[in-house]
């Protein structure tokens, strides 16, 4: 099903108006219409005139989460979409000097660790079930509503607007992603190698015997740019290099692509106009290095949260009462920061370059990797709280 183009205006009345129609937008528009608030969605779904190279890495949560709007690529008995989900059944870390951790979904008495998701696939869906809801109309100019809802990603111009101050980061490091097919099939085994200052992820796609993998690599500025530019086999071989021939040879499935990487957050992510509440979700509230898989888990969580906030507000309380807002920026507040935390500490451990630290962050990989109690626990913490 194609989804229906954006009114350039509309004489309706909204209850909720959600700027951003990609993954978290959507999510979020799906979520509100349940209980029949009247929302707008604005702005148009993604364009396919590019490829989309990304995989997402999605957690228990957010698969449930998808799955109750309907919105999780799977076919009508339940099955997975044919190549759109690939569930990680393992998953292995390396370090720079031998250093290495491994974690197995049946160790945790669970199907899968966490599931790479097709973005284009995973869209799809999400578009389709905004089509079949019918109080959740698309437009592209913002509407009056109660409550407006920034879902617009980290270079949002109506935070800017709104003069809800972002702050920003830089890592010296871009992300360069791309699909490669492998010699030997992956096995359902995610694959990550911490080496030289950068962070490599191999994410298994096409389902658990499939031969493809999404690339997500940490690399500083200037060699992502000269990959970008130069012959796309001497990435691929760069990749087989690193990662020593665990997949065998490696081809170039897609050109790649790469985006700068950054930790922000804003300082305030909610407030009042003279028309309505405001809150921030998703991108435009945060961003993180991607080194975890967190981001769009992080983006998704907001949202069932601001829904089920809404959802258990006073009868009398208004959408937009700041609040009623404050219990969600309280709620999302402290989880965001410990998780953007994590990750800058993790990236800032792995780049350092004294000889000592890398002798002893190879040593607490590989001792972690023997300490079942810990070890649990933090793959627990990556598969995310059960729905």
Same mark, same amino acid.
């Given at each position: ?93 390396? *370090?720079?000097?031998?250093?290495? /951790? ?7 008495? @669970?199907? &899968? =660790?966490? #599931?790479? +998701? ?78 030289? *200052?950068?962070?490599?992820?191999? /994410? ?7 031969? @493809?993998? &999404? =690339?997500? #690599?940490? +690399? ?78 992080? *983006? ?88």
């Amino acid at each position: 099903m194609n989804a229906t183009p954006p009114r350039t205006g509309t004489s309706r009345r909204f209850d909720v108006a959600v700027q951003g129609a990609g993954v978290v937008g959507q999510t979020l528009a799906l979520l509100l219409a349940r209980d029949r608030l009247r929302v707008a969605l604005v702005g148009h779904p993604r364009g396919t005139t590019t490829p989309d190279v990304r995989a997402y890495a999605l957690n228990s949560a957010s698969r449930e989460l998808l799955r109750s709007v309907r919105a999780w690529p799977e076919t009508d008995d339940g099955g997975p979409q044919p190549g759109a989900i690939t569930p990680v059944t393992a998953m292995r870390v390396w *370090g720079d000097d031998g250093g290495e /951790l491994q974690f197995s979904a049946s160790d945790q008495g @669970s199907e &899968a =660790l966490t #599931w790479i +998701v097709d973005v284009p696939a995973l869209e799809q869906r999400l578009s389709d079930a905004v089509g079949f809801q019918g109080s959740i109309e698309r437009v592209t100019e913002t509407p009056a509503a109660a409550l407006t809802v920034v879902c617009e990603g980290k270079r949002s111009q109506t935070r800017e607007q709104l003069g809800l101050a972002f702050d920003v980061r830089p890592y010296d490091h871009k992300a360069v992603a791309a699909r490669l097919r492998c010699e030997v099939p992956h096995g359902g085994v995610a694959r990550q190698w911490f080496a030289n *200052g950068e962070v490599m992820a191999l /994410l298994p796609l096409g389902g658990a015997q499939g031969n @493809s993998v &999404a =690339l997500v #690599w940490s +690399v500083p500025a200037a060699q992502a740019d000269a990959w970008l530019q130069s012959d796309p086999s001497n990435l691929a071989q760069a990749v087989q290099a690193r990662s020593a021939n665990t997949l065998g040879t490696l081809h170039m499935e897609s050109p790649a692509q790469a985006w700068p990487l950054e930790l922000s957050r804003a300082q305030r992510w909610i407030t009042r106009t003279a028309t309505g509440g405001v809150a921030l979700a998703g991108d435009a509230a945060h961003a993180m290095h991607p080194l975890a898989g967190q981001g769009l888990n992080v *983006g998704l969580a907001d949202v069932a949260e601001l829904a089920r906030v809404l959802h258990a507000r006073e009868y009398w309380r208004d959408l937009g009462d700041l609040k009623l807002l404050r219990r969600y920026e309280r709620a999302r507040a402290a989880e965001v920061g410990a998780m953007g935390w994590v990750t800058d500490g993790l990236f800032g451990l792995f780049s350092h370059e004294d000889s000592r630290v890398q002798a002893l962050r190879n040593w607490g990989l590989s001792n972690f990797n023997r300490s079942g109690p810990l070890k649990r626990w933090l793959a627990r913490q990556a598969m995310g709280p059960s729905a």
